[in-house]
């Protein structure tokens, strides 16, 4: 750590603990640090910064908040390096657009970017267990939902179908952006969308892509499960277009 003082030189134009929390920071990128190694512990830090407990341990603090360190008590404790969890990470960009409201059309015109290319990526990493799976989510589907509760589950089926496929892509950047789109469905377009008469036409699509799909994927055909899910996705977009449009109306007549 003494080899890269350099990197952990903060800068004097924000308030001093956030100075350390970037430095650590681009101390962990710069050296190559992992989940599970340690920070050095106060008094390293006190000395390094030439700061006060107090402001050492606000930055730990705000580094655990972020969800980048877990820190033990005892005597072998301190900051430890953590991964940060998909449902953090995702649950605060969600937070982000809460008031930006993104529309259901807005979301299927991204999705319509990222989705195929998680569908072909996925298709050749798919074990038996994901294909049952997957099976067994298009078949909780098959069937006119009997209650609005089954409703909602017929509907979280259908994005875990593609939850499914994101956590098998190797692209990370695909994967999350994939996962945490199908979060905004969930919490932006499901639940403001669900009162209104059901879309049977929607989920007759959705379901019959979803088995297609499932061909292509029992198939290894990677680029016919591209070329499934862009057509799916269209499709669906063109669906939440129309339902945005029924939800706009509903909310003048009521105005």
Not at 89 to 102: D, G, I, T, V, Y
Request: aromatic share 6%; charged share 25%; proline share 4%.
């Amino acid at each position: 750590m003494n080899n890269d003082s350099a990197t952990f030189t903060p800068s004097r134009r924000i308030k001093r603990a956030d100075q350390i929390v970037d430095s650590i920071k681009r101390w962990v990128v710069v050296n190559g640090k992992q989940p599970g190694e340690r920070l050095p512990n106060e008094r390293e830090l006190m000395a390094q910064f030439d700061c006060a407990k107090g402001t050492v341990r606000e930055a730990l603090k705000s580094l655990e908040v972020q969800g980048l360190i877990s820190i033990r008590t005892g005597p072998n404790g301190g900051a430890v390096l953590v991964s940060v969890p998909y449902d953090l990470a995702s649950q605060l960009l969600r937070n982000f657009l809460h008031f930006e409201q993104p529309s259901g059309p807005d979301i299927y015109a991204l999705r319509t970017l990222v989705e195929p290319e998680i569908a072909a990526q996925a298709t050749s990493l798919l074990s038996e267990d994901d294909l049952d799976r997957l099976d067994a989510l298009v078949e909780r589907c098959a069937q006119p939902a009997a209650d609005f509760d089954e409703r909602i589950e017929q509907r979280i089926a259908e994005l875990e179908f593609h939850v499914v496929l994101a956590e098998r892509c190797t692209n990370p950047l695909l994967a999350f952006i994939g996962r945490f789109l199908n979060d905004l469905i969930r919490d932006l377009v499901i639940f403001k969308k669900a009162r209104l008469p059901e879309q049977r036409e929607f989920s007759c699509a959705n379901l019959d892509y979803h088995r297609q799909l499932m061909g292509a994927f029992r198939a290894r055909d990677a680029e016919q499960a591209r070329a499934l899910m862009l057509q799916h996705m269209r499709s669906a977009e063109h669906f939440n277009i129309e339902l945005q449009g029924q939800l706009e109306q509903r909310m003048l007549m009521m105005e």
